[in-house]
């Protein structure tokens, strides 16, 4: 049974992908801060494997202790799937909250680079393994206001890039799935709460469901090991760019 390691697996994108992986015959170690979320989830995945470790991705002690805890049964991790992350804020730089800023840098950036640090020695004992970042339209395509959260992806997408090369020798899969507007938690977060704001972001058009998002994931992760489906931007039929939306 192969073993898929997801970050931010309590919401969104993350649960949906552990839901659709759990289908294709993974066990699972799921992880986020919220315990009671990724406890429901095991149960909601009853028949599956699951390991929960509970952690920020921003403590990299934290972080590095979590993956070296895991029982044996997890510990040869052949999926990663780095997907833990938020916008915190949307504000022009000038009036920008340096707090909003280090979660996202500390968050996006950092702490992709923490969990893959912990997690990939065994993929390079193994010469086996495949890392798939949770990038966005955000990290090709500037719009106003998204300032660092479309740094934090752009350098989600670099990394991506440079990880796959330094990756090569040990035959360890890297890609990135970048998505347009996706319904999830993520506008509660950016908006810190405000129900109504974060509604009126996906009012107007169908955005895409973290389901068809982890559909395009379980078709990568169930590819020949030859095979690496290196990037996918995948945006609603509405969308045609990063702020152009078709709203009824
Ligand atoms: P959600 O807010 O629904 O989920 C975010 C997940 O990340 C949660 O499980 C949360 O878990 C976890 N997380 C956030 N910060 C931390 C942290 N510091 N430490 C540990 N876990 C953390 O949003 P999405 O599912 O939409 O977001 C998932 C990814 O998709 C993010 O990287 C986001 O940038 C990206 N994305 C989202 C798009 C969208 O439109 N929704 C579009 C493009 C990309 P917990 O709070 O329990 O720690
Ligand atoms: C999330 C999509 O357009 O809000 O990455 O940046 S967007």
Not at 65 to 80: G, K, R
Not at 166 to 179: F, G, K, S, T
Request: one cysteine or more.
């Amino acid at each position: 049974m192969q073993t898929a390691f997801i970050t931010g697996a309590s919401s969104g994108i993350g649960r949906a992908t552990a839901v659709a992986l759990a289908k294709s015959g993974f066990q699972l170690v799921l992880t986020g801060r919220r315990r009671e979320r990724l406890e429901e989830l095991a149960q909601e995945l009853s028949g599956t494997p699951v390991h929960i470790l509970t952690f920020d991705v921003r403590d990299r002690t934290a972080v590095e202790e979590a993956v070296a805890s895991l029982p044996t049964q997890f510990a040869a991790i052949d999926v990663l799937i780095n997907n833990a992350g938020n916008a915190h804020g949307l504000a022009p730089v000038q009036d920008g909250d340096p707090a909003d800023w280090d979660a996202m840098l500390d968050g996006n950036v950092k702490g992709l680079l923490y969990v893959s640090r912990a997690v990939l020695p065994a993929m390079t004992r193994r010469q086996v393994g495949h890392i798939i970042n949770i990038g966005s339209v955000a990290g090709s395509e500037a719009y106003a206001n998204g300032n660092v959260y479309c740094a934090s992806k752009a350098a989600v997408s670099m990394l991506t890039k440079t990880m796959r090369l330094d990756l090569l020798p040990h035959n360890i899969r890297v890609a990135e799935v970048n998505p347009g507007a996706v319904e999830t938690e993520f506008s509660n977060v950016r908006f810190k709460g405000d129900e109504a704001r974060a509604k009126q972001v996906y009012k107007g058009f169908e955005p895409l469901r973290p389901e068809d998002v982890a559909d395009v994931i379980q078709f990568m992760v169930t590819r020949p090991p030859h095979v690496n489906v290196a990037e996918v931007l995948l945006f609603p039929t509405a969308q045609g760019a990063a702020t152009t939306i078709h709203k009824q």
